[in-house]
Structure formats: C-alpha cells, structure tokens
C-alpha cells in the first residue's frame, strides 16, 4: 500500500463510484433542472425535519467526546513519536488554524446572519431590540463556534494520529484501521473514502456556491449586474480556470503566498470596520456576547425547538441543521488540512488549540462585522441594511452595511476580492484533499486528478445554483445536509477507533510509566542497599581494620613498652652497678681506711700499754704483760 502512496496511483475503487456519483447528481440537476427543484423543496420540508433531532444530538455527542478527549488522561498521548517535536511554532500552528478555518462562510455570513436572526428571531426568542439582538448574536457564535470545531477536532485528530503516530497514509479509511484492521484495504475502506469523497466535494460546492452569491452581490454594488444564472456561471467558469492555472503551472508557492496574503486583507478589512464602526459598542458587545454565549451554551446544543412545530422545523432546517451537515462535509478537507501540521503536539494540546483558537477569532469576526451592522441598524440614521420589504438578505447585507462606512467603495472592491482569493484558494486546496483520498493518501497526486476534482466541484456548483433558481441558497442548503448523513456515521466510527487506540495507547504509557517507575525504585532501592551494604562493608572493614590496627598498635606499643622498660631496667641496673662498684670501691677505700685506722689505733694502743707496762714495770714487783 505504501508503495502505491509514494506513486500516487489511482485508486480506481474510490475514484471511478465518486465520478460516477457526481456525473449523475450534476447530468441530473442540469438536465431536469424543474424535477431536481421540487424534489429538493420536497426534500427540505419533509426529509430534513427527520434528520434536525439527529443532527443536534450528533454534534452535541462530539463537542462532549472532543472535551473528554482533550481533558482527559487520554490527552497525554502525543500525535508521532515520543521524542517528535511540533514542526511548527505554536503561534505559526494556530496562524495555520485559523486559515483553515477563516473561508468563504465568515465573510458571508459575518454581517448578515446576526442581523437575520434579529430581523427573524429563533422561536421562544422574546424580549425588546437589546435583548433579541443579543440572542441573534449567541445563535450566531453557536454555529461558528465550539460546535463545528469539535467535528474538525475528531477528524483531524483521528487522522493525525493514523499518520504521525501509526506510520499511515493520510486518508480517511486509515483513520478507522483499529476497529475494521487489514479491511481498511479492502471494500470496506473504499466505501468509506467514496463517501469522504463525495461528502467532500458537495461541502467544497456549497462555499463555492455561497462565494458565487456574495461575488454576484458585490459586483452588482458596483453596477455590474452579475446576479443572474448566467451571472453565476461566468463567475465560476473565469475562477474555475484562475484556479486550473495554479493546478496545471504547479503554482503552489504562489497559491500559498495569495492565501496568507488574503488573511492579511481579512484583517485589514476587519480592523477597519472595527476603527471607523462603533469601536466602543464592538468591544463591549464581544464581551457581553461571550458571557451571553456561555450561560446559555447547554440549552443552545439541545435545543431542536420541538414545541415550536413547523415553525421550529423550518428555522431548524435554515440554520443550525445546514450548519451541522455543511461542517460534516468540510470535515475531510479541514480534518485533513490540520492534521498535516500537527505532528509533535499533544492530544490535549491538540484538541485546546483547534477548539479555542478559531473559536474566540470567529467571535471576534462576528462581533465586529455583525455588531457594527446591528449597530447601524438600531442606533444609526443611515439607510437600512434590509431590503425595501423588510426582509434580510444575507449576500446583500454586508454591502449594505460597507456603503454607510467611510471609503465604501475600496472595502467593497476590497471583501470582493477577499471572497474572489477564497473562492480560488478553497477550490485549489479541495482539488488537493480529493486528489489525496483518490490516490490511497498520496500527498502529491497527479496533477490531471486534481483538475478533474477541480472541473466536477465546480460544476456541480454550477448545478446548484441552476437547480436551486431563486432559492439557491435552500438548494445548497438542502445539499449539504443530506450528503453529510453517510459521513456523520464515518465520524462517529472515528471516535469509537479514537477511543480504542488511545485507550490502548494510554495503557501502554501507563504501563511504560509503571515500569519506568519500577525500574526507578528497584534503581533507588539498589542505590540504597548498595550504599547499605557500602556502609556496613566499610564499617566493618574500619572496625576490622581498627582492631587489627589496634592489635597491632597495642603490641607494637607494647613491645616498645617493653624494649624501653628493658632498656630502661638495663640502664637502671647498669646505673646501680656502677653505683654498687663505686659504693663497694668507696666501702673498699672505707676498709682499707679503716683499717689502717685499725692499724694506726692499735699501734697507737700498743704504744699507751707499753706505756703502761713501763709505768708498772718501774713499780717494784711488777712485770710487763706481755713479758708473763
């Protein structure tokens, strides 16, 4: 399959039914243009009111599961690879949002759905002017809102994480391959890109026909009566071939340049409304209709005016069942458009930006270019914005409301162009989606497939308007709604599949994370122990290490205690010897002393008893002693 991708190859099981679909639908519409009229009238007051309680609960379910989504633990999974980072900056992501999302419809309806509403008040809307203006505008930020871009957020999240996360080719069948597997490659698969394909080009017809009425509108502004059939027809064919130019030539680098320029004269021609229009009034109001918007959020999703009967019905089928069907056949190409730019962001990041970002900017739209024509129309003097009979003509509108502005004619020449630029941009990107789902996802289909695409989605315009006469707008209107059923069914097996993967995909982080953190104790836990056991080893081996040292130490000291006290006796016992010899020489001198002492005293004796013995030798009768 991926090697007929790279080729960009037919796939003739999805081309050839969507053609033959289409060459029916518009020989049909062209051929018994009267036939085509009634069953369509038939078909919008009888068919349609079957389908409003539908509708309203279909996109009820997705702004509910798009906030799930988004908020919940399933919005961690990011849309490609873990380590992928977002191809684009964040400001430039929700620059390339808003450009999906800013068309051909804003510039339409813009001024005149929140006067139409005023003008026609949604049944049960009661009140004086403030308060019916005020709930034209809620029911207008209702429709460009939160609703449509739940429906984008499914689409293009569905197919964003089929392609950057799953390695899969950027087409619709892909984006349901967790519930129907490998038969997303078979039947199955082409059925569900033929009524992608289909659906596609039926919402591609419906701006290209809105944008053909607003042309016709402004050119006749400038006294160019272009709002006739053959008006219509011209209009398309001159930018049916402008368009055929940028796809034959390759000009894409300059088709590119054309529509970042084009958001630049949407802003240009915003900020002027804004800056010579009741600027004060504008920026109170968008305030006061976001509060207004918010309280009453719940109760606009549900209301399907039930109680109100035909009259209910019919403002039902006019407005907010068109715009659920109309926003059910763009979702492929929108879907698709931002799922290409979002690779590398989260899902929740995702889900916030797509709905907030082109949310708040087509509020603040509404409310400049609506605000400023209830404005003119309640407080002003100017001329009115609605026809000579009172009724409110949306492509007539917002020329009515330019003409009582300061330099009236460079912003009608000027929304002209702006809705010319569209026109060609929009037709040139759809030829590109229904180029890609008729070649398996190929993001370069052949050139020849894109104008043939470009050729039918015009005509089939063409058919429209023709079929629909005086009631265009209903036809198209009408259109729209029915070829969304088949793809409401496709948008709802998306979220089922949503559901599915990122369940699956959320298991898989919880249980990754687990292990991470497993592994992370268990890597704690041996750190610890580790450094325990490092610890306790080392305590050990000091208090071994101590005591072996101590030991040492000990009989190292005690040794030397030893050698020293010997050394110590010895020198005591040296020292007292040679005091014993010097005390036994000095008893030695002593006796020798002493003796001769002893000698000299008896000689000193010897001489006292001779002495005596002569003494007693002179007396008469004695002799000496020792003469006996």
């Known amino acids: 399959m991926m090697d007929k991708v790279e080729a960009g190859s037919l796939a003739k099981r999805v081309f050839w039914p969507a053609a033959i679909i289409m060459a029916a639908f518009i020989g049909w519409v062209l051929l018994f243009p009267t036939s085509a009229q009634e069953i369509f009238s038939n078909l919008q007051t009888q068919v349609i009111g079957y389908f409003g309680?539908?509708?309203?609960?279909?996109?009820?379910?997705?702004?509910?599961?798009?906030?799930?989504?988004?908020?919940?633990?399933l919005g961690d999974v990011k849309i490609g690879n873990d380590d992928d980072e977002p191809d684009f900056g964040f400001m430039t992501w929700l620059s390339f949002l808003f450009a999906a999302g800013m068309g051909i419809g804003l510039v339409f309806y813009g001024a005149s759905e929140p006067l139409m509403h005023y003008v026609n008040p949604r049944p049960g809307v009661s009140g004086n002017d403030a308060q019916v203006a005020q709930a034209a505008m809620s029911q207008s930020f209702l429709h460009w809102g939160l609703h449509p871009w739940a429906i984008y957020v499914i689409v293009g999240l569905a197919l964003a994480y089929a392609t950057h996360r799953q390695g899969l080719p950027l087409s619709i069948r892909y984006a349901l391959k967790p519930i129907f597997g490998k038969k997303v490659e078979g039947g199955w698969g082409d059925a569900i890109d033929v009524v992608a394909l289909v659906g596609t080009l039926f919402g591609v017809a419906t701006s290209m026909g809105l944008g053909v009425m607003q042309i016709a509108a402004g050119l006749g502004y400038m006294n160019i009566d272009a709002n006739t059939k053959l008006g219509y027809v011209i209009i398309i064919a001159v930018l049916t071939v402008v368009t055929l130019v940028s796809v034959v030539t390759g000009l894409e680098k300059g088709m590119k340049w054309l529509s970042n320029g084009n958001l630049i004269l949407a802003a240009v021609v915003c900020l002027f409304v804004l800056v010579a229009g009741p600027t004060i009034f504008i920026f109170r109001e968008f305030v006061s209709a976001i509060g207004n918007y918010a309280q009453n959020f719940i109760s606009l999703t549900f209301n399907t005016l039930a109680l109100y009967g035909d009259e209910g019905q019919k403002f039902q089928a006019t407005w907010t069942t068109f715009y659920w069907g109309w926003w059910i056949s763009w979702s492929p190409f929108v879907g698709m458009?931002?799922?290409?730019?979002?690779?590398?962001?989260?899902?929740?990041?995702?889900?916030?930006?797509?709905?907030?970002?082109?949310?708040?900017?087509?509020?603040?739209?509404?409310?400049?270019?609506?605000?400023?024509?209830?404005?003119?129309?309640?407080?002003?003097?100017?001329?009115?914005?609605?026809?000579?009979?009172?009724?409110?003509?949306?492509?007539?509108?917002?020329?009515?409301?330019?003409?009582?502005?300061?330099?009236?004619?460079?912003?009608?020449?000027?929304?002209?162009?702006?809705?010319?630029?569209?026109?060609?941009?929009?037709?040139?990107?759809?030829?590109?989606?229904?180029?890609?789902?008729?070649?398996?996802?190929?993001?370069?289909?052949?050139?020849?497939?894109?104008?043939?695409?470009?050729?039918?989605?015009?005509?089939?315009?063409?058919?429209?308007?023709?079929?629909?006469?005086?009631?265009?707008?209903?036809?198209?209107?009408?259109?729209?709604?029915?070829?969304?059923?088949?793809?409401?069914?496709?948008?709802?097996?998306?979220?089922?599949?949503?559901?599915?993967?990122?369940?699956?995909?959320?298991?898989?982080?919880?249980?990754?994370?687990?292990?991470?953190?497993?592994?992370?104790?268990?890597?704690?836990?041996?750190?610890?122990?580790?450094?325990?056991?490092?610890?306790?080893?080392?305590?050990?081996?000091?208090?071994?290490?101590?005591?072996?040292?101590?030991?040492?130490?000990?009989?190292?000291?005690?040794?030397?205690?030893?050698?020293?006290?010997?050394?110590?006796?010895?020198?005591?016992?040296?020292?007292?010897?040679?005091?014993?010899?010097?005390?036994?020489?000095q008893v030695n001198l002593h006796s020798v002393a002493i003796e001769q002492m002893t000698d000299t005293q008896a000689q000193r004796s010897l001489t006292q008893e001779e002495v005596e013995a002569d003494r007693t030798a002179k007396k008469p009768g004695t002799s000496a002693p020792w003469k006996k």
């Open 53 to 73: 309680w539908y509708y309203v609960a279909l996109v009820a379910f997705f702004v509910i599961f798009a906030l799930y989504v988004g908020f919940s633990r």
């Open 337 to 585: 458009f931002i799922a290409r730019v979002s690779k590398g962001r989260t899902v929740r990041e995702f889900v916030l930006g797509v709905l907030l970002a082109p949310s708040l900017i087509s509020f603040f739209w509404f409310t400049v270019m609506g605000g400023s024509a209830l404005y003119q129309e309640l407080f002003t003097d100017k001329p009115s914005l609605l026809e000579a009979d009172g009724s409110a003509v949306a492509e007539h509108i917002l020329f009515n409301m330019l003409g009582n502005m300061p330099g009236s004619v460079a912003l009608t020449i000027g929304s002209v162009l702006l809705i010319i630029i569209f026109f060609v941009t929009s037709a040139d990107s759809g030829a590109l989606v229904l180029g890609m789902i008729s070649t398996h996802g190929s993001p370069e289909p052949k050139t020849w497939i894109r104008v043939f695409w470009t050729l039918v989605a015009g005509a089939a315009s063409v058919a429209l308007l023709l079929a629909g006469g005086a009631e265009s707008l209903t036809t198209i209107q009408t259109v729209a709604i029915l070829t969304a059923l088949p793809f409401s069914v496709v948008i709802l097996l998306m979220c089922a599949s949503l559901t599915k993967t990122l369940r699956h995909e959320h298991q898989l982080i919880v249980r990754g994370q687990r292990r991470q953190a497993r592994q992370e104790i268990e890597r704690a836990v041996h750190s610890r122990v580790s450094d325990n056991i490092d610890e306790i080893v080392a305590t050990e081996v000091k208090s071994s290490v101590s005591s072996v040292v101590d030991a040492r130490v000990e009989a190292a000291v005690d040794e030397a205690v030893a050698e020293i006290v010997e050394e110590r006796v010895e020198a005591a016992v040296s020292d007292v010897e040679s005091r014993v010899d010097r005390v036994v020489n």
